[in-house]
C-alpha cells in the first residue's frame, strides 16, 4: 500500500488543521493506521493510532483531547484533526500503516509509511 500524508502548514498557537492520510494500491481497512511525528533533533514519536474499523483510538498524552484520529475506508483515507495547536506540535507528521492485530505505539511494528507533511506552529 502507498501513503501520501497531506494537509500540513504554518499556522498560529491556538489554531486547527486536519491532516489526511490518502492511500492506494490495497483497501486501507486491512490495516492498523498511525500517525507519528517527528521534530529536528528528535526520535519519531507515535501521536495517534486507530484500529481497522476505527472503533478503537489511542493517543500520546501530550496530544489527547486536542486531536482526533479517524478514519474512512470507503475513501480509502485516514485523517488527524488537530486541534488547539501548541509551538510544541511543530514536526514533520506521518502516516503510516500496519499489519497488526491492535493499535501499537511503536513506529517498527508498521511497515508501510507515507511521507510526511510538515506542520509549524508558531507563538
Known amino acids: 500500500v502507498q501513503l501520501q500524508a497531506s494537509g500540513g502548514g504554518l499556522v498560529q498557537a491556538g489554531d486547527s488543521l486536519r491532516l489526511s492520510c490518502a492511500a492506494s494500491?490495497?483497501?486501507?481497512?486491512?490495516?492498523?493506521m498511525g500517525w507519528f511525528r517527528q521534530s529536528p533533533g528528535k526520535e519519531r514519536e507515535f501521536v495517534a493510532g486507530?484500529?481497522?474499523?476505527?472503533?478503537?483510538?489511542t493517543y500520546a498524552d501530550s496530544v489527547k483531547g486536542r486531536f482526533t484520529i479517524s478514519r474512512d475506508n470507503a475513501k480509502n483515507t485516514a485523517y488527524l484533526q488537530m486541534n488547539s495547536l501548541k509551538p510544541e506540535d511543530t514536526a514533520v507528521y506521518y502516516c503510516?500503516?500496519?499489519?497488526?492485530?491492535?493499535?501499537?505505539?511503536?513506529?517498527?511494528?508498521?511497515?508501510?509509511w507515507g511521507k510526511g507533511t510538515q506542520v509549524t506552529v508558531s507563538s
Open positions: 486507530i484500529s481497522r474499523g476505527g472503533g478503537d483510538t
Open positions: 494500491g490495497r483497501t486501507l481497512s486491512t490495516y492498523i
Open positions: 503510516a500503516a500496519g499489519d497488526i492485530i491492535m493499535v501499537v505505539t511503536t513506529s517498527k511494528a508498521y511497515r508501510y
